[in-house]
């Protein structure tokens, strides 16, 4: 008998010493790549000149089981070595989590940095502005994947764009208030626009019960990492059955030079398929908008959410209406000579060139575009009517007023 006590003695003691290692990281855990046994010359060294850092990483759950060299490499090994250190990118996270990895490559956030490049008005802007820096375009837009060469001066900034450095938190990525810095402003204030719905409203007041949808529960149903909405950024798709809305449509396409003047397609036309900011295929289009149907659906009837997101559709139908008239006036200056095409402008007017417009009518035209035609249909779909009706649709048709006016007022100059 006191042999049998005494060999449980020694296996509780074993028990608790292996409880005791694992909660100071010394023991081997599930999912690592191996065993930590104190402290890493990473983790020392950094501690001195990175604290922030070094915590951050050994608070969160990759830190209980990974080594820094698990995500940099181990090559870099003092301050004079730094450029040796690797950069995480999409492969490195996929050792781990390569079924996230390939949602992501399939959703437009992978995208980004291609949509960003596609957008001709890029290469005007100085380095710091415009994609060259870290503070401009390429600082929301770094979370697409991007060349080899490109890495070393802006990172990979893909799954660490949501699960931000370095404590890489699932909770931080599921919070609504993650997408916040990239999805607000200017063009899409997808942030604004939730927040300030129904749906933002409840969540602010019962933020754990699960009761409100958040951006993820739309966007990234059951944690699918292949964010895609079925009308892309341009809100553009092909073909159309409404003959109406389709003339329109080829009138915007060919005003930001996707659609040449006879109607073809131009080399804008790929890179706008590829980085998939518009729909150029039903199939695409119908994808898309049946998984959100799905969505909806979890809380609503299937018939609501169909009714409701055709009511979004009707919005960019009525909006194009006016967008495309207000393009052809300002096209009927070119046309007439009042207008001068500039040398490095491919077509005209050049809607994709956005604020490097050269005149004030082309410049309302660029407001219509990104901004007021944006907040219409966007307020429509994040369920926010004062968005859609005074931020988008009103001022879609102040901006069109203003249009007539300036081209009267060019042509009766131009005729005295």
């Given at each position: 008998m006191r042999r049998s006590y005494h060999f449980i003695s020694i296996a509780v003691g074993l028990f608790g010493l292996f409880i005791a290692l694992s909660a100071n990281g010394l023991a081997a855990s599930p999912g690592g790549t191996g065993q930590k046994k104190g402290k890493s010359q990473c983790i020392s060294c950094h501690e001195k000149v990175s604290a922030g850092i070094v915590s951050q990483f050994l608070a969160g759950k990759m830190g209980k089981a990974l080594d820094c060299s698990d995500c940099h490499g181990s090559e870099h090994t003092s301050e004079a070595d730094v450029a040796k250190a690797k950069l995480p990118t999409p492969e490195t996270c996929g050792r781990c989590h390569a079924g996230r990895v390939q949602q992501y490559r399939e959703g437009k956030h992978a995208l980004a940095w291609a949509a960003m490049k596609a957008m001709p008005m890029l290469n005007h802007?100085?380095?710091?502005v415009g994609g060259g820096g870290l503070k401009g375009c390429s600082a929301c837009h770094k979370i697409g994947e991007k060349a080899a060469s490109e890495l070393t001066r802006y990172g990979s900034g893909a799954c660490d764009s949501c699960h931000t450095r370095h404590s890489f938190s699932v909770k931080e990525a599921r919070d609504p208030r993650a997408c916040r810095t990239c999805h607000m402003g200017f063009d899409h204030p997808q942030w604004e626009m939730w927040q300030t719905s129904k749906h933002g409203t409840i969540w602010e007041l019962e933020p754990t019960s699960g009761r409100a949808p958040t951006c993820q529960t739309c966007h990234m149903h059951d944690g699918n990492h292949g964010v895609m909405t079925a009308w892309g950024f341009l809100a553009l798709r092909m073909p159309e059955d409404d003959k109406a809305w389709l003339e329109d449509r080829i009138t915007i396409l060919k005003a930001i030079g996707v659609l040449d003047e006879k109607g073809n397609p131009?080399?804008?036309f790929d890179a706008v398929k590829g980085a998939k900011v518009a729909r150029l295929d039903k199939e695409s289009f119908d994808r898309e908008r049946n998984k959100m149907i799905h969505t909806c659906s979890s809380c609503h009837s299937r018939s609501y959410a169909e009714t409701n997101l055709k009511a979004g559709d009707d919005i960019i139908r009525e909006t194009d209406r006016i967008f495309a008239d207000s393009i052809r006036t300002v096209k009927a200056l070119y046309d007439d000579g009042i207008?001068?095409?500039?040398?490095?402008?491919?077509?005209?007017?050049?809607?994709?060139?956005?604020?490097?417009?050269?005149?004030?009518?082309?410049?309302?035209?660029?407001?219509?575009?990104?901004?007021y035609r944006q907040r219409a249909f966007q307020g429509?779909?994040?369920?926010?009517?004062?968005?859609?009706?005074?931020?988008?649709?009103?001022?879609v048709k102040e901006a069109a007023t203003?249009?007539?006016e300036d081209a009267e007022n060019l042509r009766r100059e131009k005729n005295k």
């Open positions: 802007q100085p380095p710091g131009t080399e804008r207008l001068k095409k500039p040398a490095d402008w491919k077509y005209a007017p050049d809607l994709l060139q956005f604020y490097e417009a050269k005149t004030a009518a082309e410049q309302e035209l660029y407001l219509i575009f990104l901004e429509a779909f994040h369920a926010n009517p004062d968005y859609m009706h005074w931020y988008g649709w009103a001022k203003r249009i007539k």
